[in-house]
């Protein structure tokens, strides 16, 4: 089955694409979704159209992740974390709580999914934190673990 891809699908292609699917994935996936539609006469123009559109919306975004990279590359962040005796910390510091801070002290506001750390951090000190601004644009903030008793 010849279909058109409407949207980006994992594994299979972009959007415009017109792509050679096995019938069932087609007929029982990608139709009832609306990832894609039967490829039939004039839909080379559509494809393109759909292409140069996608084309236009992924250099818009790479321009603004771009700005924002260099807008907060190697700024510093503080955030305060609960310790207890003997330096224990109580919770830790997630992804949520970098976005919040940034947006706090920097005024500049970031979906926390970008902020790529792999697990809390639950210590004291300075740590530096990549950003996933883009698939081609990434920068690092640095945060400062400060106690708060």
Do not use: C, W
């Not at 007929?27 to 080379?44: D, H, I, Q, S, T």
């Not at 992924?58 to 190697?74: M, P, S």
């Amino acid at each position: 089955m010849r279909v058109m891809l409407t949207k980006d699908v994992a594994n299979v292609g972009k959007a415009g694409d017109v792509k050679e699917v096995t019938d069932g994935y087609g007929r029982n996936f990608l139709l009832p979704r609306k990832l894609a539609v039967p490829a039939r006469k004039g839909v080379e123009q559509e494809a393109k159209r759909l292409q140069d559109a996608a084309t236009k919306r992924e250099t818009k975004d790479r321009v603004a992740a771009q700005a924002l990279a260099d807008e907060i590359h190697n700024k510093t962040v503080v955030v305060r974390l609960k310790v207890g005796a003997e330096d224990k910390a109580f919770g830790s510091i997630t992804n949520q709580d970098i976005a919040t801070a940034l947006k706090a002290q920097h005024r500049v506001e970031i979906d926390r999914h970008k902020i790529d750390i792999k697990e809390p951090i639950k210590t004291l000190g300075e740590h530096q934190v990549p950003l996933k601004l883009h698939r081609d644009v990434a920068a690092h903030v640095n945060v400062i673990v400060t106690q708060d008793r």
